[in-house]
């Protein structure tokens, strides 16, 4: 007998246990099946042309609570440093550390830190040691996140590989926080929470008093829908122009590569390709995710236990078949 594939038992499972039959009439339903087949999954939203095709809860907290959306935080730190941008607080991606935040350079920092530009930080190629994985724990200890970040020793010269680092966007946070004299919890309610008309709610602070840049936001799945909408639209949202379109537009350019995923990397948004179709992923621990898909003009945000691991061998796996072999699909059939 030829071995199931892990998502292929999961959907057998499901019907064993009363999943009601896929509503032939509505595509979507199948996909809202497949979604609840992944035994992590909590919920999941889709927007296709600006209407909500699909909303369901699963388990876990009601659609309506805000729920840890982990790393996709490294997303919305990346648009806030777009904001930044159009505003004029940054002159340009190619400015320095110690041009536009010299204050936040540690003593006896090694002399290259002060070279390390904002494109290094939002593309996550500064070259430092990672604060990520096996040294989160100790870093996030420390008594100074934005010291000990840089502190730390280049394992690379920057910008020439992506080391996936939660420091590098405390550091890009602490950034943000000094040219507009603003704090980043600030910062997101102002420049994105009410444009999009969403709650973004306080979260952990490192020991200056610095909101963490990259970790520990939470989010309904309206208000992630919400925000890949506006990726979506090139910036804009209800009528009002968020993001500039030329942010937007350099965001979803490859600038680099995971070394886990194998997935290119923009500013701050994954990017893929299934059956000639382009996307970007906002990821997060545990299998938090943001997809826009801006050809088909879908959007989807799906929420997963965020105390579970979620690799690519497992449940971001099956999150990736479930947005390749089945949205992507369906999306490309209702457009057409």
Request: aromatic share 6%.
């Amino acid at each position: 007998m030829p071995m199931l594939g892990r998502r292929a038992v999961l959907l057998g499972a499901a019907a064993m246990v009363g999943t009601p039959l896929i509503a032939q009439s509505d595509p979507w339903a199948a996909v809202a099946e497949s979604a609840r087949a992944l035994d992590q999954c909590r919920a999941i939203v889709i927007r296709q042309s600006g209407a909500e095709v699909l909303s369901q809860a699963f388990r876990g907290p009601s659609l309506g609570a805000a729920v840890p959306v982990k790393s996709v935080s490294k997303t919305i730190v990346a648009a806030l440093t777009g904001a930044a941008l159009d505003r004029g607080e940054l002159p340009s991606l190619a400015a320095t550390l110690g041009e536009v935040a010299p204050k936040l350079i540690p003593a006896g920092a090694d002399p290259r830190v002060a070279g390390i530009t904002v494109e290094n930080l939002v593309t996550m190629q500064a070259g430092l040691e990672r604060t990520s994985g096996g040294n989160y724990g100790a870093w996030v200890n420390s008594r100074n996140w934005v010291a000990n970040a840089l502190s730390r020793p280049f394992v690379a010269e920057p910008g020439a590989q992506m080391l996936y680092s939660t420091g590098s966007f405390h550091v890009l946070g602490a950034v943000l926080s000094e040219v507009s004299g603003r704090s980043l919890l600030d910062l997101a309610r102002a420049r994105l929470g009410a444009p999009l008309g969403i709650e973004i709610p306080a979260w952990t602070r490192d020991p200056q008093g610095r909101y963490l840049g990259g970790n520990e936001m939470a989010l309904t799945l309206d208000g992630m829908a919400r925000f890949g909408e506006m990726y979506r639209m090139g910036g804009q949202y209800d009528g009002a122009q968020v993001l500039s379109a030329d942010w937007v537009a350099r965001s979803l350019e490859p600038r680099t590569r995971s070394q886990f995923s194998g997935l290119s990397y923009g500013y701050g948004w994954f990017l893929g390709q299934a059956a000639g179709v382009d996307y970007a992923l906002a990821r997060g621990y545990g299998g938090q995710v943001i997809c826009t898909v801006p050809a088909l003009e879908t959007t989807l945000a799906l929420t997963s236990d965020p105390n579970l691991p979620a690799r690519s061998g497992g449940h971001f796996g099956d999150i990736m078949r479930l947005i390749e072999d089945d949205v992507i699909p369906v999306a490309r059939r209702q457009l057409g």
